[in-house]
């Protein structure tokens, strides 16, 4: 599988996007040309005046001035009309392709990584990279080709006073191109610091009831303060390179033009071929030569940084994807099989032991045991979370690590017990913004338990943030319904009742055992006698190891494992 990297980031400000750069740089060119031309007829215009002679007469002048004037207003239009639409186009793009592969990742291998990388990477970065990567590309067209027009312009009138002044100004040049480095190291630094203190507002903000209750508000307040100062302190060691590569062009401006004036003027005076108009313009074309010695430098320094931030993104977006396999048919016809399976979080202490089960399709099944007993692992390993197992898991007799994703994740479907709900209607997040026949949809509401809900609150009716205007009950019936809509093969529920109230769990176990059709693996810890009996199989895990399997009345008549958790529960 071909992985990001900075070409491939890059690459998405420019797809399709080629007409609008074009009429972009076209504006840019226009203007510079338009500001050359004006500095040209500065000098005409006051070598006429002064009775030095020029080579048009003071109409003609008045008349290129006038076409200047309606150039530089044509640049203004065509930047009007693209300059806006390259950059909303190129940042449009940049930002979904990030996002879609964020979306390769696997599950569990995504939610161990650290997401306020990419919460800052798609805000704080892609904020820099817009200002100093793309909007600062025209300024650096327009510096380039000032500066190179400009001395084109100096040579042609004077040769000699052009090298005395790029003499005056080369000092500045190579101090302000030595700070490049440090910049982007600095930059870099106030990436870090960003998506430091956007984990520590996300932690802070996801666990306010538990710091309210725990009475911590002081101490979260002391580390988000630090969090806060870290990233201004960076930023401040950022604004003071920034003042000192600032010095550095103002210094190279006033050198650079004291000495083009006062060695001019001495010219002038003495007769070498310079006029009082050329003299002028030289300090007019400075300025052109002497913006670019001061801003070019931060420019590629800025752009050197944001390169450093995509080259960070990129290597996040390589990690935890999981490669493609091959794709298999959308059906479980013999079922899932687990063979010797063992697995191991860290690569040392294993969580699993020598696990070996058969799922047969079409039936229900129960995993019970204690926590910590690898229940939710084997869930977890059903849906790919982690190729590092030894054994084998099998579906249809296809081992797991030879089947594309896309297969796999159209094969089955998950209820977790934490059900995220997206702050939108209920039919959106029954539907996951997907469009599905009425029918459908209907019947997937019903089968859920969710009609009553809908027929109160109406189903454009918003569920708050993660579903804050619903209950848990609820959240776990829309969980159901999007599985049902799925109409996956495989349906995996894992402790989806292990935080509601014995009734509403009753009738969320209820409603995944009257299910038809579907292969259900239920990791559960409601021991109801009336919900184990329904099950075609219950196996007992402990400490990783599958020490029991069968039906609720075999297990009940071997008085083993399983009847001790059973009686236990009573």
């Not at 226009?30 to 007829?41: D, E, I």
């Not at 054994?391 to 007799?397: C, M, N, V």
Request: hydrophobic share 45%; glycine share 8%.
């Amino acid at each position: 599988m071909k992985h990001p990297n900075r070409k491939a980031l890059t690459r998405q400000f420019y797809r399709g996007n080629q007409g609008a750069l074009a009429l972009a740089v076209a504006s840019t060119l226009l203007l510079a040309g338009c500001n050359l031309a004006v500095s040209w007829l500065m000098q005409q215009l006051i070598d006429v005046s002064t009775g030095a002679g020029g080579t048009f007469d003071l109409p003609q002048l008045a008349l290129i001035g006038l076409a200047c004037v309606l150039g530089v207003a044509a640049a203004g239009g065509l930047a009007y009309l693209s300059r806006p639409r390259f950059l909303s186009r190129a940042m449009e793009q940049y930002k979904t392709y990030i996002f879609g592969e964020i979306s390769k990742k696997s599950i569990a291998a995504f939610s161990g990584e650290n997401t306020s990388l990419y919460v800052s990477a798609l805000s704080n970065d892609a904020n820099t990279i817009e200002t100093d990567y793309l909007t600062k590309l025209f300024t650096l067209i327009s510096y380039l080709l000032l500066f190179s027009g400009a001395l084109a312009l100096m040579f042609w009138y004077s040769p000699m006073l052009t090298l005395i002044s790029i003499a005056l100004a080369l000092l500045p040049v190579l101090a302000s191109l030595l700070t490049g480095n440090r910049a982007a190291r600095v930059e870099a630094v106030v990436s870090q610091k960003n998506a430091s203190f956007m984990s520590t507002l996300k932690d802070s903000l996801a666990g306010f009831s538990v710091v309210k209750s725990f009475q911590a508000e002081a101490e979260m307040c002391r580390l988000f303060a630090g969090s806060v100062k870290s990233v201004q302190e960076a930023k401040c060691r950022k604004y003071k390179l920034s003042v000192v590569l600032q010095l550095l062009g103002a210094v190279a401006g006033i050198i650079a033009q004291m000495g083009v004036f006062l060695v001019g003027a001495w010219m002038a005076l003495s007769g070498k071929g310079i006029s009082a108009g050329v003299v002028i313009v030289f300090v007019q074309l400075m300025n052109f030569v002497i913006t670019p010695i001061g801003e070019v430098p931060q420019i590629l320094a800025g752009r050197k940084a944001t390169g450093a931030l995509m080259d960070k993104l990129a290597q996040a977006l390589a990690q935890n994807v999981r490669d493609e396999g091959q794709d298999i048919p959308c059906r479980l016809e013999s079922g899932i099989e687990l063979k010797n399976l063992s697995f191991s979080y860290d690569g040392e202490k294993e969580v699993l032991h020598g696990v070996s089960a058969q799922f047969e399709a079409g039936k229900s099944y129960a995993l019970v045991g204690a926590s910590g007993s690898g229940k939710s692992t084997i869930l977890n390993l059903l849906m790919a979370s982690h190729g590092s197992y030894t054994g084998e898991i099998t579906y249809d007799g296809k081992e797991l690590r030879e089947i594309s994703g896309k297969s796999l994740y159209s094969l089955m479907s998950m209820v977790q017990q934490n059900v995220f709900v997206f702050n939108s209607s209920i039919r959106d997040n029954i539907t996951m913004f997907r469009d599905f026949p009425k029918a459908q949809v209907d019947e997937a509401i019903r089968l859920a338990g969710l009609s009553r809900l809908l027929e109160e609150r109406g189903e454009d009716y918003l569920c708050g943030e993660n579903g804050s205007g619903l209950s848990g009950g609820e959240r776990q019936r829309i969980s159901i319904a999007r599985c049902l809509l799925r109409a996956t093969p495989v349906l995996l529920v894992d402790e989806a009742t292990a935080a509601l109230d014995a009734e509403t769990a009753y009738r969320i176990s209820d409603s995944i055992l009257n299910l038809r059709g579907l292969t259900r693996i239920v990791v559960t810890h409601t021991l109801e006698e009336s919900l184990m009996r329904r099950y075609d199989g219950i196996l007992a895990l402990k400490n990783g190891h599958l020490v029991e399997q069968g039906t609720f009345e075999a297990l009940m008549e071997r008085k083993g494992y399983f009847y001790s958790l059973f009686t236990v529960s009573q």
